[in-house]
Nanobody
Framework: QVRLAESGGRLVRTGDSLRLSCVAI????????VAWFRQLPGQEREFVAAIGRSPGPTTYADSVKGRFTISRDKSKDTVYLQMNSLKPEDTAVYYCASGYYYSNLRESYQYWGQGTQVTVSS
């Protein structure tokens, strides 16, 4: 079973940058699609970004396109989400997930982390 752990979330100001990390324990992580989702209380979990099997393609939600970048460091078993030009609307709990299919759908991912809180002040 793959275990994931997100880190890097904190309180930042509008326009700041932040990099989230997702560390995995499991041999399939480096060759599996990985995605980032985010969620507010009472809301459904929404897609943010995904990366396919290395060296695979990447895709982003329209709301973060041009500001966020997903990347992978195989040597560290880590996937990153670089977030630039942050807005208050980006405030959420961010989750990383891995699965069998490169997709923007929650159902495509089997393993999830516990989440890390990102708060962007005005």
């Amino acid at each position: 079973q793959v275990r994931l752990a997100e880190s890097g979330g904190r309180l930042v100001r509008t326009g700041d940058s932040l990099r989230l990390s997702c560390v995995a324990i499991g041999p399939i992580f480096n060759i599996s699609p990985v995605a980032w989702f985010r969620q507010l209380p009472g809301q459904e979990r929404e897609f943010v970004a995904a990366i396919g099997r290395s060296p695979g393609p990447t895709t982003y939600a329209d709301s973060v396109k041009g500001r966020f970048t997903i990347s992978r460091d195989k040597s560290k078993d880590t996937v990153y989400l670089q977030m630039n030009s942050l807005k208050p609307e980006d405030t959420a709990v961010y989750y990383c997930a891995s699965g069998y299919y490169y997709s923007n759908l929650r159902e495509s991912y089997q393993y999830w982390g516990q989440g890390t809180q990102v708060t962007v002040s005005s």
